[in-house]
Structures are given as C-alpha cells and as structure tokens.
C-alpha cells in the first residue's frame, strides 16, 4: 500500500475515522444488497453477494473499534449518515451496471484513501487497520463480471465512462471530508494536491484495466 503523502498527516480523531468509515461501510453493502434483485444473472448475484460480504465484515470490524474505545457506534455513524446517504444516491445510477460502476469507482478512491488516513491515527490503532481496507478488495470481486459485460457490448463502456467520470468529484468531496483540515488552510490545501494526484492515478489504472477512459 502506497502512503498517499500527507494524507496522514490529516488523520482526524480516532472515533471521527471510525464513525465516518463504519458508516460508508455500511451504505456500501446497502447500495450492493439492494442490487441483487437486479443483477443480470446468477453469477452476478453471487459475486455481488461476496462483495457484500467483504463490506459488512469491514463495517463490523469498525464498530467493533468503536466499542472498545467506549464508544456508541451507531451514535458516532449518526453524524456522518446524512452526508453519506445522500452521497450514496448520487452514485445510483439508471441500471444495475452504473450501480455497480459507482460502486466500483466510489470505494476504489475511498478505500485508497482511508487505508492512508489510517496511517496517522494512534500506533496500536493504525496496527489494527493495516489491510482492513484493502483484505478482499471488494471491487475485485465483480471486475470480472464488468470486463464480460464490457467486451458483450461495446456501447454500454462509452455510457459507463461518461457515468464514471461524472462521479469522481463527488468522491473526493467525501474523502476530503474524512480528513481533519481546517477551513482556508493553505498549506494543507497544498499538501492535498500531490496526494489527490496520486489517488486520480490509481483511479485511472482501475478505469483502464475495465478498458473504460478515466
């Protein structure tokens, strides 16, 4: 894992990462568990399923931190929800395969980013969130399903790029909120920069390995 630099350096408070993280988790595998039942065939279903899976295991793996530093879990995601529900409807899309895409394309920056923030928290905590947010890697998981459907039918990678790129700055608004930066800092502003070019660049790979333009 590449420390995306100065990202770090911004970690907020540990029960801010923690609440913000559990709950994305979480709208994560509802966003993935509500498509199920749209899914194009059982395949699908089951790689989605699997995904879920990973997200959930991660949600619990965060509100367990939670807990153990006495903190009410579902108190400390109340913060965070409204920012984050309406997030995730912005990447809704009109059929299952933007759905996914925005899955894809939404927690493939997020992870990225929360797995350096996580870098700057407490020593013993940061431990225990090394890979957490990399184990499994939940876009994997339907990588194969989105490269089938993409060579199937070559119209639907001009419609799910132009849906992905309308996507990507509503995903950094949300993981420039996950970090502890004070308003009018230029010197963080600053700092972000290199880092936010790095995560575009890890982005893109991903974009490109679907064959769909970044």
Not at 58 to 82: D, T
Request: include cysteine.
């Amino acid at each position: 894992m590449i420390n995306r630099v100065g990202l770090d350096k911004l970690a907020p408070e540990p029960k801010d990462f923690l609440g913000r993280a559990a709950y994305l988790q979480l709208s994560f595998f509802e966003l993935l568990a509500q498509s199920l039942g749209a899914a194009p065939s059982m395949a699908s279903k089951q790689s989605v399923a699997r995904a879920a899976e990973i997200l959930l295991n991660r949600h619990l793996a965060l509100v367990s931190e939670l807990e153990r530093s006495g903190v009410a879990a579902s108190e400390q995601m109340e913060l965070y929800s409204a920012e984050i529900d309406v997030f995730q409807r912005r990447i809704r899309g009109v059929d299952w395969f933007e759905t996914m895409l925005g899955f894809f394309v939404a927690s493939g920056i997020l992870d990225e980013a929360l797995s350096s923030i996580a870098l700057g928290l407490p020593a013993e905590l940061s431990r225990r969130m090394a890979g957490l947010f990399e184990d499994g890697c939940a876009q994997d998981v339907i990588l194969a399903e989105f490269k089938a459907a993409i060579e199937s039918n070559p119209k639907l990678a001009s419609r799910l790029a132009l849906f992905g790129r309308s996507l990507v700055g509503d995903v950094f608004l949300i993981a420039r909120s996950a970090l502890n930066l004070p308003e009018g800092s230029e010197t963080d502003e600053e700092r972000l920069e290199p880092a936010f070019t790095e995560l575009i660049a890890s982005h893109t790979r991903r974009m490109d390995e679907l064959g769909l333009t970044a």
